[in-house]
Nanobody, 126 residues
Framework: QVQLVESGGGLVQAGGSLRLSCAAS????????MAWFRQAPGKEREFVAA????????YYGDSVKGRFTISRDNAKNTVYLQMNSLKPEDTAVYYC???????????????????WGQGTQVTVSS
């Protein structure tokens, strides 16, 4: 089992920045992929970013490329999502997810992840 706890959400004005954190505990694997998804009211869960724990390769959804950065701290078993140039359309509940053995072509699929955090609200005002 893997436990994930997100933090760092809040209210920010458009153009501002926030950094989300996701702390992993329990059984962790060197081959894990960790990801961020988000879900706005009435919309499907959307892929934001993912990172391979081994190697640190990162991947982004089209809507956040160039504005968001995913990173990891191996010593703290923590993944971060730095969000810059925030827009009102970034408003959503942000979820951290993790699993092992996820092929590159399916990293953006929420159904591939078995472990999820409780979510943290991000609200961007215009």
């Amino acid at each position: 089992q893997v436990q994930l706890v997100e933090s760092g959400g809040g209210l920010v004005q458009a153009g501002g920045s926030l950094r989300l954190s996701c702390a992993a505990s329990g059984r962790t694997f060197s081959t894990v992929t960790m990801a961020w998804f988000r879900q706005a009211p009435g919309k499907e869960r959307e892929f934001v970013a993912a990172i391979r724990w081994r190697g640190g390769n990162s991947y982004y959804g089209d809507s956040v490329k160039g504005r968001f950065t995913i990173s990891r701290d191996n010593a703290k078993n923590t993944v971060y999502l730095q969000m810059n140039s925030l827009k009102p359309e970034d408003t959503a509940v942000y979820y951290c997810a993790a699993d092992v053995g996820i092929p590159l072509g399916t990293m953006s699929m929420a159904a591939k992840y078995d472990y999820w955090g409780q979510g943290t609200q991000v609200t961007v005002s215009s």
